[in-house]
């Protein structure tokens, strides 16, 4: 019976952090049914803002639906010191969400 419970507990407090995680949605471009929707900022623009916080080159960008609904551009930046840095900006906000400096 106490190994039971003990299992028990232990299930569940794994469980926990699993179901919390924020699930992101990835899509083709940024004319997917459920970013285009919503977006106020363009690419060029959300560009613009992430080489004003990550100087360098960017080699890629990925479209992201948020688990809140809210489509963010990931785009990744070499550096001039050769370091590959990534950077989400808010297609709705402008804003910043992530930053891996």
């Known amino acids: ?5 003990l299992t028990l507990a232990l299930t569940t407090a794994l469980m926990i952090p ?4 924020s699930v992101e949605k990835i899509v083709a471009s940024a004319n997917a049914k459920g970013f285009k929707e919503k977006v106020k900022f ?4 959300a560009r613009k803002i992430a080489l004003k916080v990550q100087s360098g080159t960017i080699k890629s960008v990925v479209y992201e639906i948020e688990s809140n609904g809210e ?3 990931d785009f990744s930046i070499q550096t001039k010191k050769g370091a590959k840095v990534g950077v989400e900006v808010s297609a709705v906000s402008g804003k910043i969400v992530k930053d891996d400096d």
């Open 1 to 5: 019976m106490k190994t039971y419970i």
């Open 18 to 21: 699993v179901t919390a995680m």
């Open 42 to 45: 363009t690419e060029a623009q």
């Open 71 to 73: 489509p963010v551009y």
